[in-house]
């Protein structure tokens, strides 16, 4: 549904309110200005933004404590370019740009506290737009900077997605029925003790993980950390949306490779591993990437189902992507385990990807598995050949 909700629509909202505001108050721009006059209030216009940008995050913060959360971290504008400094212990990152976000540890308020949280930053806005009138200003200039802040508001307030893939303020309250029913069959689904055998237990936790329902999140987060039953959800039917949004695509993609990091796993599930991880990449939303799942991650869990599926040949053009990137050190090191394994499986010398883990971190996952891999995995490197090649071999169609 998110799919639908293009960002233009944040942009038509902001333009009906800022232009049918001038026509309908009859606010005339002057039609003859100087360059400098033009230049001042483009200026003008750009603070106005600005302060609004400024008003809607620390509505959003108040609001935060006022319902007792508390509040993380405040950003304005871009990291990118920014400086950081503190306000009795919260950090607040102030950058260019007219974005902005807050980070609290309200995850576990009451829908109607989660609500106000939601509306605090846009009716910051609409407060501040009347202060705009009493700027030392022509009376066109200030009506328009109001207008501006104005529109703003009523801009975040439409359901939609912004340019960089985030959800506005209106997206989220319009969300608020679907999460109250979603917190609702998450409970009614964890109120049975085996509830991992329930039909649709997988798509109810990932509904809920979509939805931001608490107790969805802390199931999949202990599920992860419980490889028997994690094996029993993940390898249940999964009925999965044909235009996911960005956090089903990445709690696939988690539980995927989980269940891959599993040694010995039975060849069907790698086989079901492999699908969908594949599904995750055919779905990854190009035009607004989830900084979660890059696509070079992704391709290095599918290069792991590819060796638990015995298809060492595929898994080093598959992690070139990842080598190429910047990585974190226990991520690299896990790559180049998983390269170690498939060379080693290849009859090819993986000593060197395996020694390059080794000094990046020798704790990262599948670092351990590909040191007892190259000393006589699968039995040994000659015998994991001759069943890749023979399981080809049963795979390929008669002629």
Known sequence: ????????????????????????????????????????????????????????????????????????????????????????DVPITVGLGLGGSVSHDGDRLSPLRRMAVLAAGPAANV??????????????????????VLASALEDLAPSHTADGNTTDGYKLWQTPARLRAGTEVRALLADPYWWDRPGAAEILINGFRLDVPEADDCLRELCKQPEILLRVFTKPWTLPAEPEADVTHIVHVLSWKVLLLEDLPAETADLAASRMEWVIDHLDTEHPDSRTPLHTIRFGLALARLRQRMPREVQGLCADALA????????????????????????????????????????????????????????????????VHRRQQQAPAA
């Not at 216009?45 to 007792?68: I, K």
């Not at 737009?129 to 207008?147: D, G, K, Q, R």
Request: hydrophobic share 55%; glycine share 6%; aromatic share 8%.
């Open 1 to 88: 549904m998110l799919a639908l909700l293009d960002p233009g629509w944040t942009l038509l909202a902001f333009l009906a309110v800022f232009y049918g505001g001038q026509w309908l108050l009859g606010i005339h721009i002057p039609s003859h200005q100087s360059i400098l006059a033009e230049v001042s209030y483009a200026a003008l216009l750009l603070a106005a933004f600005a302060a609004g940008t400024v008003f809607h995050e620390f509505g959003h913060a108040l609001a935060v404590r006022l319902v007792g959360a508390r509040v993380l971290r405040i950003v304005l504008g871009s990291k990118r370019v920014s400086v950081t400094f503190s306000v009795r």
């Open 127 to 148: 407060l501040v737009a009347p202060v705009c009138l009493w700027l030392p200003l022509p009376h066109w200039e200030t009506s328009l900077l109001a207008l501006a």
């Open 325 to 388: 990137a910047e990585l974190d050190a226990d991520d690299r090191a896990s790559v180049l385990a998983i390269v170690a394994m498939a060379r080693h499986a290849l009859l090819l010398s993986g000593r060197q990807q395996l020694d390059d883990a080794l000094a990046l971190d020798p704790n990262a996952a599948l670092v351990s598995e590909a040191v007892r891999f190259l000393d006589g995995g699968w039995d040994t490197a000659l015998a994991a050949h001759d069943q890749t």
